[in-house]
């Protein structure tokens, strides 16, 4: 048996193996973005199946995101006090159950409810995923894994994308759906067996001071307190609002029927709009990390990206391009969407170290608090404009009128994450002690 490495001599893990347990916690995080988007290009049949209008449809999509934020805050709480292997893994155990709950779904309550459930336990995915980042990789590695634990999520978004609306043709939607359920509870049985929580479990160096497993759970409560006396703490937790907001509400659900309808495009070609949107964002959002670590600077890049995503919005919106030319703006307003992953490290980085668990959840329930209200309230306009048209398979119609009309809360919110950003502390990369 090979011996470990003393304390006295022990060095920090090797690179292969610490992104290798990072990397288990992000395919958690790909799950889950994959369930997140999926019913973008399952919408014909989600409203013909459980007879939906848009408002409905925007409701069943959006119970994911009902419990994916309503366990942020405690997500960030578990994962200081038990450790991010426990809360990954049970997290992929419950998403899981829920994946194969949805795919079963005899009526809409059931689905709601496997919704919810898989909402709920992938919510633990990304702050897991940075905490494990803290402990096995060096500081200035931070930024840049959230980018690419964001562009692991984009993978999972892009295949829910032209690859899902090829296996919803080719075999249905419940048994892809019950095909990721499966691989769901895989990951699980993978993160339980090769994920610790901190190096020292395997006779390594670690970069940040574990919190010990079961601290009361007084102190964990005061801990969220005392987050939420940083200013940054608030402003982070809007900024990126708008910006998740516009690019999920569009490219997890609204996109592809918005483009069928609109542009007349196929169900194929609007789903690779979307995943291009998704695929530009998985590029930026490292891209903006690596160049916000190499700076040393959050707010500027922050700013310059919530501005560009509000500008190029706003062309898409209001002056409905044509078909290239929307691509292209696409893909720009994806990218400029990756600076929020900088709010990730900022979160961390103005609160003091031992609250970066719950600081990173606070930051997420806010990234993802944009689409969960943008999602069914782009689904109420929609339907107050709706003429009395029918597709094909018998789903409501929406002409372009009613959809610029829902398209201008993505505008709205947009501006509020401008100016949350523009209000932030700036922390030069460096953990308040």
């Not at 990390?289 to 600077?297: I, K, N, Q, V």
């Not at 018998?394 to 993505?410: E, H, K, N, P």
């Amino acid at each position: 048996m090979r011996n470990l490495p003393s304390a006295s001599v022990a060095a920090h893990p090797p690179s292969r193996l610490a992104w290798g347990i990072w990397a288990l916690g992000a395919s958690l995080y790909l799950a889950g973005f994959f369930q997140r988007v999926a019913p973008a290009v399952m919408t014909q049949e989600l409203m013909a199946e459980f007879f939906l209008a848009a408002a409905g449809l925007g409701n069943l999509s959006a119970f994911y995101l009902y419990g994916y934020v309503a366990m942020q805050i405690p997500t960030g709480l578990m994962v200081d006090r038990y450790g991010a292997r426990r809360v990954l893994t049970g997290g992929a155990a419950v998403a899981a159950i829920g994946g194969l709950m949805f795919a079963l779904a005899p009526n809409l309550y059931f689905a709601y409810l496997g919704r919810l459930l898989i909402g709920g336990s992938v919510g633990v995915a990304w702050v897991g995923t940075l905490k494990l980042a803290a402990q096995w990789l060096p500081a200035q590695r931070f930024a840049l894994a959230s980018g690419l634990a964001l562009a692991a999520g984009m993978s999972g978004a892009v295949s829910a994308g032209v690859p899902l609306a090829a296996g919803v043709e080719q075999f249905g939607w419940r048994p892809v759906m019950l095909g990721v359920a499966i691989v769901t509870a895989a990951i699980c049985g993978a993160i339980w067996t090769v994920v610790r929580d901190d190096p020292a479990e395997r006779g390594y160096l670690g970069y940040a001071s574990a919190i010990a497993p079961g601290m009361a759970r007084a102190s964990a409560w005061l801990g969220l307190r005392e987050v939420l006396r940083y200013r940054n703490t608030w402003l982070i937790y809007f900024a990126p609002q708008g910006i998740s907001g516009a690019t999920i509400a569009f490219g997890g659900l609204w996109g592809v029927p918005y483009l069928v309808s609109v542009y007349g495009f196929s169900q194929a070609r609007a789903a690779f709009y979307c995943s291009a949107l998704m695929l530009a964002w998985a590029l930026g959002g490292p891209l903006f990390g690596a160049f916000s670590d190499r700076l040393r600077e959050r707010k500027p890049l922050y700013v310059i990206g919530t501005v560009s995503a509000l500008v190029l919005w706003s062309i898409i919106v209001l002056a409905q391009p044509s078909p290239n030319v929307l691509l292209a703006l696409l893909l720009a307003a994806g990218f400029t969407s990756g600076c929020m992953v900088i709010g990730f490290a900022y979160a961390k980085e103005s609160v003091p170290a031992r609250l970066a668990g719950t600081a990173t959840g606070v930051a997420n329930m806010g990234s993802m608090t944009g689409p969960m209200l943008l999602q069914p309230l782009i689904g109420v306009v929609l339907d107050q404009g709706w003429v009395g048209e029918l597709t094909y398979s018998g789903a409501r119609a929406y002409d372009a009128q009613a959809w610029r009309d829902a398209f201008l809360l993505l505008l709205a919110w947009l501006a509020v994450s401008f100016a949350c950003a523009l209000a932030t502390r700036e922390t030069h990369a460096r953990q308040l002690r």
